[in-house]
């Protein structure tokens, strides 16, 4: 197996970034880049009687920067501020879609981008009701996101998923899961 023989922090802002030096198994010695942003969090709210999901369209960097208009349709997620992956899944509907949740359906906690990334997120799934929706959502000011909060019917998010326009993985996920746990939400 192979060994982290050391490291070195290379840059330190919202994430850091570090050089690991790895022993092969073979013995011969190589360097890895590491991404460390901690733990994170993701939920799906979906209203089974309106068969609705709240998602957001969030402009992400790192695809515009590689010729992708940059405009992402997610869920609402963050990073665990010393909590538990639950608490900070209904803190971030809270902030992100402006939905109350009481209920969280674990889904799976997966690594996001294990070549490079130490992220590794809870997903989730969420029942809501109108009546849930207590806030406007949009994200934190000071966080500068530019959250636009919209209200899906499950039925058009799964015909992006199947024409393969849902182009966050985690979003993916978490569609197909709710399509296989309550196809009569998609109906």
Do not use: N
Not at 34 to 39: M, T, V
Not at 166 to 174: I, Q, R
């Amino acid at each position: 197996m192979a060994e982290i023989v050391s490291t070195e922090i290379v840059y330190s802002r919202w994430a850091r970034m570090i050089l690991a030096t790895i022993r092969l198994p073979d013995g011969q010695s190589t360097k890895r880049d590491i991404e460390d942003h901690g733990e994170a969090a993701m939920v799906l709210p979906y209203d089974p009687l309106r068969r609705l999901a709240l998602v957001i369209r969030q402009f992400r960097t790192p695809p515009r920067y590689v010729g992708a208009d940059g405009m992402i349709l997610e869920a609402a997620a963050g990073r665990l501020e010393g909590e538990e992956a639950e608490a900070c899944a209904r803190r971030e509907a809270m902030e992100e879609v402006g939905v109350r949740l009481a209920q969280l359906q674990p889904v799976a906690r997966v690594w996001s981008m294990p070549a490079l990334s130490t992220e590794r997120v809870s997903l989730f799934l969420a029942p809501y009701a109108e009546a849930d929706r207590v806030a406007p959502g949009g994200g934190l000011s000071e966080e500068h996101e530019e959250i636009t909060v919209l209200e899906m019917p499950l039925a058009e998010l799964a015909q992006l998923a199947d024409a393969g326009e849902l182009t966050d993985l985690k979003l993916l996920l978490l569609v197909q899961t709710l399509r296989l746990r309550r196809p009569d939400c998609f109906a």
